[in-house]
Structure formats: structure tokens, C-alpha cells
């Protein structure tokens, strides 16, 4: 029987599981919880099971059954998959059946369809143990919203777990837009963004409103600095290689007739090339400085180095793009030719070990994925039909690499 075939008689237990998740969100590195549920859907399965010390991960190995062919004895054929496992602080709206229980806290980015997916993955590739050449190592990883969850997991040792080092990642991510429903999108080199996160203070004088001149007004210098840095990137950085610089805090007072003595600006940059990165870390600073400098005030400036583009691998790239072919027909494949501006700490994976990352369309059935609310929505919703569909990829991806490791000289 087909694995997709095989996935589809576990579709009611990923919905319930999945349900059971979306139901009960956690957020951070800690999701004591979810962890209990992924270890639940091991149960009785031949892994072995490795917890996270500072987090609550879960590693699992499956040993493969099959002898592999002669010339892969130094170093034992060896796959990854992962799945994020963390919700995001957001009061949901949905409205669906299954709505979060917990108080601003909602799976709006997928991470419950992806769990259960690669908990499905489990199953499936516990009945092929027999079959594989080779080990697989599921990445259960809690604290990708900001918290670098993967970092902690590869310094913990995930990427050896299995006695040698990993040769292939897969990573995968629903989308609630973007696409058709079930489509699956690759790209290689360039897929996400990086993303760095700005916070700047300045510090200036605080006064009566009404005199303005015996004060050091921080608002209007916080206020040119917005603008400013939007000018900034239209005037010094190539627009063939874009930069995305969005403040989403600015605070300043606390009554309009008094000039207050701070005033504070919070933003996300995202960059395309580790040129552009390293530009903005420089070209930011200077900036700031310079706009405080000419109004006579102080501010400090916090640049904060986050998740580093995610740069898939051109073979592996093409790997996953059989596999999907094989399994549900060309015409469920779309390869984007420009990268998403969102990021992902599975870009730390792929930066150690050759892999790739999928994106699939989880909109609903006959929904337009030009108008459905987008990931990190309280509106955003996920169809239960693609689960089957992502642990039969997940599985498909690691028995086909495994094949041609195996067979490597």
C-alpha cells in the first residue's frame, strides 16, 4: 500500500491529536504538556526517546532494520525531521469547535498540524523499520516564535543523536494563505528572510508643553528617526536586494501637555543577503546616533541578532521535489521564485547539514488564499485535510533519502 494511503487511516488520530494541541497552547521552551502528548503518540513505537535539558524537547531515533550497502559502514545513513511544537501569545477569533482554552494564547502559525504530522511520521515509519537502511532522528522543537528553540536543540545534540552526523534535514510549515489548498512550495538557495530585531531609546529632557525650548523633546526626535529609516533603506540599500524595516512600538508620555523624558522604538528587520545584514548593523547605529546627535540628546541603540536567512540546499531541494511529485502528482508542487519575508530557526538545521524546507497550503478547501487571514492571525485557520498528506511527505522524504545514502560509495 502507497504511504499516502497509509496515512490516510490515521487522519482521525492527527485530527484528534491535532485538536488536543490547538486546544491547549503553549508558548516558549517550556510546553511541559504538548511534550506529554508527543511522548504519548511514541509510546509503544521502537524510538529512543532523549528529553531536552533545558527545554522540553523530544528526540527520537528509529535504528533502520536493513543492512545498508557496502561503502556506508564509516558513517551509518542518517535523516532528520522537524517539527516546531510552540504556540504564540494571541487571543484567538476563529471561532471554530476547537478553539484555545488558554487565555491569549493560540497555535496560529500551524505548529499543532505539524506535530501531529511528524507524530504521524512516527507511526509510519515505525512499521517500515524493517525496510529502512538507515537511522531517522524526529526533532520535536519547542521556542521557534523567538525563542531559538532549535539552537538549544543542536547544542544538546540532536544533529548526532543518532551516533553519527545527520547527512539530510527536512523541515516543513503550513501555511493558512498564500496558496492553494494542499499545494506544496519549495525553493532552493534563499527561502526566508533573516530576521534581526531593533530597540532603540532616546533619551532626552522632560518639560512643560507649553515650552518647548527648556525641554529635550524625545518625541520628535523618535519621530524623525521613524521616517529616517525608511528613507535609509530606499537611499542605501540595492532595491534588487530588499530590506524590510517595520516599527511596531513607539511609545512616548503620558499626558499631552507634558514633554516626557524618554521615548522608546521597537522594530523587525528583515534582509535577503548576509551583505544586506551586515549593512544594516552598521547603517542603523550610525543613523540614530547621528539624528540624536544634531537635537542634543542621548538614545541607546540595541541591535538584536536573531534567525539567520533560511538557505535550502539545491539537491535536497530537488529531493523533496521528486518526492512530492511521486506521491501526489506534479501539479501539487509550486516552486516560488522570489523567498517569503518570514523567518525560521530551522535556518541554525540548515546551516550545519545539507537539507531543505516545504512549505504546504493548509487553506481551507475553495478558500481564496489571496484574502484568508495569514499565520500569526487570530482569524488564521488551518484545514485538518492536509495532515495525512504532511506525515506521508515526512515519511516519504526519509525513506527515499535514506535509499540513496544508503547506496552512496
Known amino acids: 500500500m502507497p504511504v499516502t494511503e497509509d496515512a490516510k487511516e490515521l487522519q482521525g488520530d492527527l485530527i484528534r491529536l491535532r485538536h ?4 491547549h497552547p503553549e508558548i516558549g521552551l517550556h510546553l511541559p504538556r504538548t511534550q506529554e502528548k508527543v511522548l504519548q503518540a511514541l509510546d509503544g513505537l521502537p524510538y529512543e526517546i532523549t528529553l531536552g535539558q533545558d527545554t522540553t524537547s523530544v528526540t527520537a531515533v528509529l535504528r533502520g532494520g536493513k543492512v545498508p550497502s557496502a ?17 504564540l501569545p494571541v487571543q484567538e477569533k476563529t471561532g471554530v469547535d476547537y478553539t484555545s482554552r488558554a487565555d491569549g494564547a493560540m497555535h496560529a502559525c500551524g505548529h499543532d498540524l505539524h506535530t501531529s504530522m ?27 516564535e523567538g525563542f531559538d528553540g532549535a539552537s538549544y536543540m543542536i547544542s544538546e545534540g540532536v544533529l548526532d543523536a543518532a551516533g553519527t552526523r545527520v547527512q539530510a534535514a527536512y523541515g516543513m510549515h503550513v501555511f493558512s494563505s498564500l496558496e492553494p489548498h494542499g499545494t506544496f512550495c519549495t525553493k532552493p538557495g534563499v527561502m526566508l528572510s533573516a530576521s534581526d530585531g531593533l530597540e532603540v531609546t532616546v533619551l532626552g529632557a522632560g518639560g512643560h508643553g507649553s515650552a518647548p525650548h527648556a525641554a529635550k523633546d524625545p518625541v520628535t526626535v523618535a519621530a524623525e ?13 540595492n532595491m534588487f536586494d530588499p530590506v524590510v524595516l ?16 524618554t521615548a522608546r522604538i521597537e522594530a523587525t528587520i528583515r534582509t535577503f543577503s548576509e551583505a544586506s545584514r551586515v549593512q544594516m548593523m552598521e547603517a542603523v547605529p550610525r543613523l540614530l546616533k547621528g539624528i540624536a546627535a544634531a537635537h542634543d540628546v542621548e538614545v541607546q541603540v540595541d541591535y538584536l541578532e536573531e534567525y ?14 521528486k518526492v512530492i511529485s511521486e506521491l501526489f502528482g506534479e501539479r501539487r508542487l509550486s516552486r516560488w521564485a ?11 538545521v540548515l546551516a550545519e547539514v545539507p537539507g531543505t524546507f516545504v512549505g504546504l497550503s493548509a487553506v481551507a478547501p475553495g ?10 492571525s487570530p482569524y488564521a485557520t488551518f484545514d485538518d485535510g492536509v495532515l495525512a498528506d504532511g506525515a506521508a511527505l515526512y515519511t516519504g522524504l526519509a525513506v527515499s533519502r535514506l535509499a540513496t545514502l544508503s547506496t552512496a560509495s
Not at 488536543?20 to 486546544?23: K, N, P
Not at 528617526?225 to 540599500?237: E, I, P, Y
Open 71 to 87: 561503502g556506508t559502514e564509516k558513517q551509518r545513513p542518517t535523516v532528520l525531521l522537524r517539527a516546531d511544537m510552540d504556540g
Open 367 to 376: 478558500g481564496n488564499p489571496a484574502t484568508s487571514p495569514f499565520n500569526h
Open 308 to 321: 539567520p536567512l533560511t538557505i535550502t540546499d539545491e539537491d535536497e531541494t530537488h529531493t523533496a521535489e
Open 20 to 23: 488536543d494541541l490547538h486546544r
Open 246 to 261: 517595520s516599527v511596531g512600538v513607539l511609545h512616548a508620555g503620558t499626558k499631552r501637555n507634558v514633554i516626557p523624558e
Open 225 to 237: 528617526m521613524v521616517t529616517a529609516l525608511q528613507v535609509m533603506v530606499t537611499r542605501q540599500f
Open 118 to 144: 511528524l507524530a504521524g511520521a512516527a507511526t509510519l515509519l515505525a512499521e517500515k523499520q524493517h525496510q529502512l537502511p538507515g537511522d531517522v532522528v524526529l526533532m520535536f522543537q519547542p521556542g521557534e
Open 338 to 348: 522570489t523567498p517569503l519575508s518570514g523567518s525560521e530557526d530551522f535556518s541554525r
